[in-house]
């Protein structure tokens, strides 16, 4: 049972256009959303996260929104950059030591 | 800035083999975790410990051990390899167990199994 899902395996923008990265959650319980970037043989790199308390975060071109009746988080990379081709991973947690993970979006960026 | 350090980025091992993954954190993080990262399977939990000498199994602990001997330096061992491990393995640390803190990774370590 996946608890955390990402839908889609990939995603391909134009450099400059907004990236949305999409993540769906099942348990209620969750309460700690993160979003996690990952370039090939590199570990994961924490990006942005977001408390059940608010709808929405920001750090610089990188905005995560929650929509907890629709158990619905998004990442918003706007402008998007040649460098932000990677994989995303979203993550939750029910404030316990436990990380959900979903399986990764692979964003790639067009010059 | 956290820094946890994974001592090899690539491995190959022989089936039957015992190999030692190895990893340091420089914030004096109580909290140490072991993932592995497979395509189309995400991040799952192997291990993690919350203070020396102290382990907790994760969602998949079959066929692995750990060893946290000292607060800096978690240790994942295989006891004897077999090719399903051959996976990228992920250590992190965090500094609050219980609270909203994120997860810092390490480089990772790609074993292959053969």
């Known amino acids: 049972d996946q608890q955390v899902k990402q839908n889609s395996p990939s995603l391909s923008v134009q450099e400059g256009r907004i990236s949305i990265l999409n993540c769906d959650y099942t348990n209620s319980m969750f309460d700690y959303f993160l979003w996690y970037k990952k370039y090939p043989a590199e570990g994961p790199t924490f990006l942005i996260s977001?408390?059940?308390?608010?709808d929405k975060n920001e750090d610089g071109r990188f905005t995560v929104f929650l929509n907890k009746s629709a158990k619905h988080l998004s990442l918003h990379i706007v402008p998007s950059q040649p460098g932000d081709s990677a994989v995303y991973f979203c993550?939750?947690?029910?404030?316990?030591?436990?990380?959900?993970f979903g399986t990764g979006t692979r964003l790639k960026v067009l010059a | 800035d956290v820094k946890v350090t994974q001592s090899s980025r690539y491995l190959v091992k022989r089936t039957g083999e015992k190999v030692f993954l190895e990893c340091v954190q420089d914030m004096d993080h109580e909290n140490m975790f072991w993932y592995r990262q497979d395509p189309g399977l995400g991040l799952r939990l192997i291990y993690f410990s919350y203070d020396v000498k102290m382990k907790e199994k994760g969602d998949i602990p079959e066929g692995y051990s750990v060893s946290r001997e000292k607060k800096e330096r978690f240790s994942l061992i295989l006891e004897s390899a077999s090719t399903n491990q051959t996976s990228m393995y992920l250590c992190a640390s965090k500094g609050l167990l219980m609270g909203n803190s994120p997860l810092h990774f390490g480089n990772g370590t790609r074993l292959t199994v053969t």
């Open positions: 977001i408390s059940s308390i608010k």
């Open positions: 993550a939750a947690s029910a404030g316990t030591y436990k990380y959900i």
